[in-house]
């Protein structure tokens, strides 16, 4: 079951045919690292952090830090929220974590670069910007998106920066933050 959840969260199809217990075993640490990774590391409150023009290249860093630690509805590391691309890169797409000619070091980084953002997502590459405000959506993305902006909210909502972001406070969308 895990490593049936693992390829839907890497958007990856499942082929019961072609899996093998070897595939199955290599899910079997990463499982272990995820029941235990909430006991070991429980969410801390986030303080506060400065956020200008002199800082604010440190400031983006140390919030994909945070997120990378904070895991959302599906388990996923919540920085894949923020990452740059919107949609999987389908020409070069990498074959997945721990097989020969894999770029992905780890499952985590896989399913960062990997966690669907928009649902039924059809490759025009037409309307990027209306996209990245309307979606379509993944329904999972949603719930994540709103984590995120509570976290990026405690961290930079006392900063003047935050006024250029405050219009986003009803939609609570952490991507566009």
């Known amino acids: 079951m ?3 959840k693992h390829l839907d969260r890497t958007q990856r199809p499942f082929d019961l045919v ?12 990463q499982k272990k690292l995820e029941r235990d990774w909430l006991k070991q590391n429980p969410e801390h409150k986030t303080e506060p952090m400065a956020l200008d023009g002199q800082r604010a290249a440190m400031a983006f860093d140390q919030a994909v830090t945070i997120l990378r630690r904070i895991w959302g509805a599906t388990g996923v590391p919540l920085s894949y929220v923020v990452r740059h691309k919107l949609v ?7 074959p997945p974590c721990g097989e020969a000619e894999s770029n992905y070091l780890t499952y985590d980084e896989e399913m960062v670069a990997r966690a669907p953002i928009l649902k039924d997502f059809e490759y025009d590459t037409t309307n990027w910007e209306e996209k990245e405000k309307m979606g ?8 994540d998106t709103k984590k995120v902006w509570l976290i990026l909210h405690a961290l930079w909502s006392t900063t003047r920066a935050w ?9 609570q969308n952490g991507r566009q933050v």
């Open 2 to 4: 895990f490593y049936a």
């Open 18 to 29: 072609g899996t093998t217990l070897e595939k199955i075993n290599a899910f079997k640490d």
């Open 88 to 94: 999987l890169d389908q020409e070069n797409d990498n």
């Open 136 to 143: 379509p959506f993944h329904p999972v993305f949603l719930a």
């Open 163 to 171: 006024t250029h972001v405050k219009t986003l406070d009803k939609a």
